[in-house]
């Protein structure tokens, strides 16, 4: 049986006349750049994020650039977030020539350790962004009480988490900023790179549109340094054509998870001591989890991904290597054990496919596929128990 880790053909399927449509309104209408279908796409996933405002821009990794610029930050500031994230998270703030500063994750649920915080803070510090990893948002109470009193701004990187929720709170809608990003990977996914800032303030919301378009208002004349952020048209029509399905995707990928939890237990496979090699399943420690990812935690990781490989079943891993031991960022003076906590979930934890289309069949198979690889890791150790001792001689 085959598993990939996304089937994107299998959601196209699903909603092919609907997106073909779209596209063939724009193309009709001939609005490539921004415009009405933008607009729409706008309004639409503002109300979605329960915001105000909501500003189309070319990728979330352009959506996190924009909001550091409309904050004017830049050389000599610090922006604090978690070492284990996608790298747009980290670069957006480097490439300002402002100072990423780390804190370590919770190893439970791969987000920032809000209890780490405060001990960061300096009189540098201007924004804190918060990484809502795999589609759980971080514990954003604290993390807004802090902001409050050290007058700091909050973007919140929910680039993986649109339709998320704290406390029943949408993504996005608790710092002053939140940033989505429409890679086609994601829960919503155009067909290319997109992306998209949510605010509930009129004036960052006005600041990030002339932003995104050279900084020019009116056109042609510059008051600020912006860039090329716009969201082209086609893209806008594809997120909105799709995003009446979202919440059913997401349900598919929440029954996904829970499939996968049982089955897990089922096999003997998520409990402490089962005597077989142990499987750490995610923590749902923040309603609503949206599963972007599901990702599980093993001690022989690499093995077992080259085993799920040979049996037709695609995993990744989010992400290998945590940002403060990359090579660019060696300028920031880290080393590895810095972040030991980032540094154990680069090399324990493994995606497994959760997209909503997956039959019961392959997430069984995906179960019986760990288990299998667990039952061959159980029998090679036994057989190193009870064989002939090699002790080198002397
Ligand atoms: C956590 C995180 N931040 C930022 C980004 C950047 O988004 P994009 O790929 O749309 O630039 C991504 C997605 O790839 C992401 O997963």
């Not at 948002?137 to 973007?155: P, Q, T």
């Not at 809608?173 to 790179?193: E, M, Q, R, V």
Request: net charge negative; hydrophobic share 40%.
């Amino acid at each position: 049986m085959q598993v990939p880790l996304l089937d994107l053909k299998a959601q196209y399927v699903t909603v092919k006349d609907e997106i073909l449509a779209a596209i063939a309104e724009v193309m009709e209408s001939q609005h490539f750049i921004l415009g009405p279908k933008v607009e729409e796409c706008e309004k639409a996933i503002a109300n979605y994020s329960n915001c105000q405002f909501a500003v189309g821009v070319t990728s979330g990794s352009d959506a996190l650039l924009a909001c550091l610029m409309a904050e004017n930050i830049g050389p000599g500031d610090e922006v604090i977030t978690t070492p284990y994230t996608f790298f747009a998270t980290v670069g957006a703030i480097s490439r300002l020539g402002a100072t990423p500063v780390f804190v370590d994750i919770d190893p439970v649920t791969y987000n920032i350790d809000v209890s780490q915080i405060a001990g960061k803070i300096t009189k540098k510090t201007r924004a804190i962004i918060p990484v809502h990893l795999y589609g759980q948002m971080a514990d954003m109470d604290l993390i807004m009480a802090l902001a409050e009193s050290h007058k700091l701004v909050v973007i919140e990187d929910a680039a993986q988490a649109i339709g998320s929720e704290y406390k029943g709170r949408r993504a996005g809608s608790i710092g002053h900023y939140g940033c989505f990003s429409f890679y086609p990977s994601k829960n919503l996914g155009a067909a290319g790179d997109g992306g998209m800032i949510v605010t509930n303030d009129t004036q960052r919301a006005e600041k990030l549109r002339v932003l995104r378009g050279h900084g020019s208002k009116p056109k042609y004349y510059h008051k600020v340094v912006g860039g090329n952020f716009r969201l082209d048209a086609l893209q806008a029509a594809i997120v909105l054509a799709k995003l009446p399905h979202l919440d059913s995707w997401t349900a598919g990928r929440q029954r996904n998870a829970k499939a996968y939890d049982c089955l897990f237990v089922e096999a003997g496979l998520a409990e402490a001591g089962s005597g077989k090699s142990n499987v750490t399943l995610p923590k749902v420690a923040m309603e609503r989890h949206i599963f972007n990812q599901y990702v599980i935690r093993v001690s022989q990781r690499d093995q077992l991904q080259a085993y799920l490989n040979n049996h037709g079943v695609g995993t990744e891993v989010y992400y290998p290597v945590p940002m403060h031991i990359q090579e660019c960022f060696a300028y920031l003076g880290h080393k590895a054990g810095d972040f030991p906590k980032s540094e154990s979930a680069a090399n324990e934890t493994l995606a497994l496919p959760i997209y909503p289309e997956l039959s019961e069949d392959q997430l069984r198979y995906v179960v019986d596929s760990v288990n299998d690889f667990a039952g061959q890791v159980k029998s090679r150790e036994a057989a190193q128990e009870s064989g002939p001792s090699h002790s080198s001689k002397a």
